[in-house]
């Protein structure tokens, strides 16, 4: 197993005094602060009873538009970070992110969120959209604290999973993605699923 997509961005050196100081040796990282897969097809979930995010090896009983679901034609090797309630105070951050050699995405579940009306769904876009953001510069400021470049080292996209049963309000969608683009500089989708290349 390479571990490079997670040594290459000195993580560890980037979060000094958090989970990642009990981190000696590479194998260490899948303990608490990552799960590995390089299976052609990858499930994550937002477990309530893992109190993070997890990966799955099917969606069977829990659905998959409960998921997020990554295609990898290559298997390459793929590390889900544990993010919210596990290296961060609950709520406070996105709740996971994918990592490779070349792409970082950072995911936000919102498919337990009650959307009753247009202010409700809204609400949760914002919230989910200021979680992603409040992960994405924290992150970029730590690795540049340590000389990496994250924006020019891994092709960076922000995905918000929402449940399939809450009604698209596409044209504050766009606002939204044009919005995260200019104050991330990176990619936000309403999307369930992405292919690693």
């Given at each position: 197993m390479d571990f490079s997509a997670i040594t290459s961005l000195s993580l560890k050196e980037a979060y000094r005094g958090t989970l990642f100081d009990e981190v000696i040796e590479d194998s260490d990282y899948l303990d608490k602060l990552f799960e590995h897969r390089n299976r052609t097809q990858i499930f994550v979930l937002d477990s309530v009873d893992a109190g993070h995010s997890v990966f799955i090896d099917n969606t069977s009983g829990v659905g998959?538009?409960?998921?997020?679901?990554?295609g990898n034609p290559k298997n390459i090797d793929v590390f889900l970070w544990h993010i919210d309630g596990v290296?961060?105070?609950?709520?406070t951050k996105c709740d996971c992110a994918l990592l490779t050699t070349k792409a970082c995405f950072f995911v936000e579940f919102k498919v337990n969120a009650q959307n009753n009306s247009n202010e409700a769904i809204?609400?949760?876009?914002?919230?989910?959209?200021?979680?992603?953001?409040?992960?994405?510069?924290?992150?970029t400021n730590r690795c540049?604290?340590?000389?990496?470049?994250i924006h020019s080292e891994r092709d960076l996209q922000a995905f918000v999973v929402l449940n399939k049963t809450v009604p698209r309000i596409l044209s504050y969608q766009k606002s939204l993605r044009v919005k995260f683009l200019r104050e991330n500089k990176?990619?936000?989708?309403?999307?369930?699923?992405?292919?690693?290349d």
């Open positions: 998959r538009n409960k998921c997020f679901y990554v290296l961060y105070k609950r709520d809204r609400e949760n876009y914002e919230k989910a959209t200021m979680q992603l953001s409040s992960t994405i510069k924290d992150v540049q604290a340590t000389g990496r470049n990176v990619r936000l989708s309403f999307e369930n699923e992405t292919i690693i």
